[in-house]
């Protein structure tokens, strides 16, 4: 069993999208990968606007060959200690269904991204600012994507993060790259790959080497 850690490399590769919709029909969204921060979670101003954020995280050069079986994975985020009402909240956890995952430029490449049929919910524990979560496991997620056909050891894949809650107002916020390499978010896997089975020796084959 291998165990890999793989840990946000630049600031282009985690941020956050603002999803806007005026009495239910979409209006508009703005994107950033330059905030120190990444948001999930939903806010209503009573007055028919309502905001959905989004987070991505791109994790770069995933050294795990196509077909490994994963046995657990899981990201680790740090809190930043600003949130509205989060805990007992969920949040959808998916990965962006493309065999090397480019870094987003626009809100459209998160928010209308082709996502693994393999979801998780995670439930927004009680944090403390500056601490390391896990996150629930996400082996299906990326089993799935180590899966497809045309996956190669040292792509990328892109964590997409959205509400999954159907309460009022809530938002969680974890540190981004942009706080510092030391905040950065992480990806956690363990996986094992197959060895070839050795093929038994024909026992006439072995008679004939064993002749002087």
Do not use: C
């Not at 077909?67 to 657990?72: K, R």
């Not at 496991?137 to 190669?152: F, G, K, L, M, Y």
């Amino acid at each position: 069993m291998t165990t890999i850690t793989e840990v946000i490399a630049a600031s282009s590769d985690d941020g956050f999208v603002r999803e806007e919709h005026y009495y239910g029909s979409f209006s508009s969204s703005a994107f950033t990968s330059t905030n120190d921060e990444m948001k999930v979670g939903y806010e209503d101003d009573s007055m028919g606007l309502e905001k959905y954020f989004w987070s991505f995280l791109r994790f770069t050069t995933i050294d795990i060959a196509q077909g490994a079986t994963i046995s657990s994975a899981k990201i680790q985020m740090k809190y930043s200690g600003f949130e509205s009402n989060s805990v007992g909240e969920s949040v959808s956890i998916s990965a962006e269904d493309v065999d090397d995952a480019s870094a987003p430029t626009n809100g459209s490449e998160v928010i209308d991204a082709t996502l693994t049929s393999a979801s998780v919910s995670w439930t927004i524990p009680s944090m403390s600012s500056g601490t390391y979560y896990d996150s629930s496991d996400i082996t299906t997620v990326i089993q799935e994507i180590i899966n497809r056909p045309s996956w190669a050891a040292n792509n990328d894949i892109n964590i997409i993060l959205h509400n999954s809650s159907t309460g009022g107002n809530w938002y969680a916020r974890w540190w981004s790259h942009n706080k510092g390499a030391s905040h950065a978010s992480k990806l956690v896997v363990e996986y094992s790959t197959s060895s070839p089975s050795a093929v038994p020796m024909a026992l006439n084959t072995y008679q004939q080497l064993r002749k002087p």
